[in-house]
């Protein structure tokens, strides 16, 4: 059975930093992209960033880019999302999501599995 | 940035077609997935490369890719379909997510 559990969602202040986790299991963690993918309480997916299979390729979407770090262990399967420079747009919860392809970008595959999301809420 | 439209909220009688478009600039031109989010639960696979369904979706849903214009048809609509559906595509290694599309079904 495919897991992906995320952690390290929490309180922060505006202008704070979190990091978040995702431990993935019952697969083959190293043969497939990942990502990140947030959502504001009672709002729309937004795509956050990507990593391919030997983090050789990685995006993130303008609304982060400089603030927040895609990262994976593939020893660990465990796949990392540092973010800094937190501000209030930022709170939502944070889904990490396996990908078909060993390439995140590769638009012929998609997102089979999910994790079950950690929210992050940035306030003072 | 690349965009997606796609209409807030849609409603059908149970048994009957619903179409959920999602709109974007020569979006034909790329491919297109579709999830389904149901209250408190995680988004969930319906359709992907424009028209292809993962196994263990039901064949009431399709999709098609042309033009400006993606679109999701669910046929025979059931009760159970009532949920937020999303589309997505990629443009040059950035995701793009539509703002989703509530279905309800009365």
């Known amino acids: 059975e495919v897991l992906l559990v995320e952690s390290g969602g929490g309180l922060v202040q505006p202008g704070g930093s979190l990091r978040l986790s995702c431990v993935a299991s019952g697969f083959t963690f190293d043969e497939y992209g990942m990502d990140w993918v947030r959502q504001a309480p009672g709002k729309g997916l937004e795509w956050v960033s990507g990593?391919?299979?030997?983090?050789?390729?990685?995006g993130y979407a303008d609304s982060v880019k400089g603030r927040f770090t895609i990262s994976r262990d593939n020893a660990k399967n465990s796949l990392y999302l540092q973010m800094s420079s937190l501000r209030a747009d930022d709170t939502a919860f944070y889904y990490c999501?396996?990908?078909?392809?060993?390439?995140?970008?590769?638009?012929?595959?998609?997102?089979?599995?999910w994790g079950q999301g950690t929210l992050v809420t940035v306030s003072s | 940035s690349y965009e997606l439209t796609q209409p807030p909220s849609i409603s059908v009688s149970p048994g009957q077609t619903a179409s959920i478009a999602c709109s974007g600039d020569k979006l034909g031109d790329k491919f297109v997935c579709w999830y389904q989010q149901k209250p408190g639960q995680s988004p969930v696979i319906v359709i992907y490369?424009?028209?292809k369904r993962p196994s263990g979706i039901p064949e009431r849903f399709s999709g098609s890719n042309s033009g400006n214009t993606a679109t999701l048809t669910i046929s025979g609509t059931q009760p159970m379909d009532e949920a937020d559906y999303f589309c997505q595509a990629w443009d040059t290694r950035l995701g793009v997510f539509g703002g989703g599309t509530k279905l309800t079904v009365l």
């Open positions: 490369q424009d028209d």
């Open positions: 999501a396996k990908y078909t392809r060993r390439l995140y970008y590769d638009s012929s595959g998609y997102r089979d599995y």
């Open positions: 990593i391919d299979w030997k983090s050789d390729y990685i």
